[in-house]
């Protein structure tokens, strides 16, 4: 069975980076694609992007400056990290394989001083 | 980016009752669209993918359909456990985009 568990911060300030970790069990992130989404306080989806089973990324244009998306494949983890953060990056954060087969329970991020 | 207009937004049933919900995208997306179960609190589950394929657990009272821009997903003989929001998401040009919701009701 294929299990996603995020971890990071729930609160950072406005103009930091916003860091989570996605840890993978059951399934190597070797293979298939590995995404973070997240979902605005009114209930907006976003896809943020993805990294693939081979380390390449793409990333929503409308957050490209912005973001960077990593793994460790030793650990079988990847990461999101998104800078100069403001109050609306303020959402709840998913770790998912591919388009959303599996997802992680999601971790709420505020961005408040 | 490919917009999916989602409708409706909100939708109230009776148990036992047959729901449709409809995704329109800005254009053709070739069937690559799939649709999300989520409660309040939990984490978005995937029912639907390519259009029509049911997810290994999706019970057979959920369908989906369509082609080109537009697709539509059903559920036959609502139960109270179907009680959630739905949404869709097309998977055929980065970057993947997502419906607005349609939030299911009971009457």
């Known amino acids: 069975e294929v299990q996603l568990q995020e971890s990071g911060p729930g609160l950072v300030k406005p103009s930091q980076s916003l860091s989570l970790t996605c840890s993978v069990t059951?399934?190597?992130?070797?293979?298939?694609?590995w995404g973070w989404i997240r979902k605005f306080p009114g209930n907006k989806m976003e896809w943020i992007g993805h990294i693939s089973y081979s380390g390449s990324t793409s990333y929503n244009p409308s957050l490209k400056s912005r973001i960077s998306i990593t793994r460790d494949t030793s650990k079988n983890q990847f990461f999101l990290q998104l800078n100069s953060v403001t109050t609306e990056d303020t959402a709840t954060y998913y770790c998912a394989r591919s388009e959303g087969l599996d997802w992680g329970q999601g971790v709420m991020v505020t961005v408040s001083s | 980016d490919i917009q999916m207009t989602q409708s409706p937004p909100s939708l109230s049933a009776s148990l036992g009752d047959k729901v449709t919900i409809t995704c329109q995208a800005s254009q053709n997306i070739n069937k690559y669209i799939a649709w999300y179960q989520q409660k309040p609190g939990k984490a978005p589950r995937q029912l639907i993918r390519y259009t029509s394929t049911l997810v290994s657990g999706t019970p057979s009272r959920f369908s989906g359909s369509g082609s080109g821009r537009d697709y539509s997903f059903s559920i036959s003989n609502v139960e109270s456990e179907d009680i959630a929001s739905y949404y869709c998401?097309?998977?055929?040009?980065?970057?993947?985009?997502f419906g607005a919701g349609t939030k299911l009701e009971l009457k």
């Open positions: 998401l097309q998977y055929d040009n980065l970057p993947y985009t």
């Open positions: 059951g399934y190597s992130i070797t293979s298939n694609y």
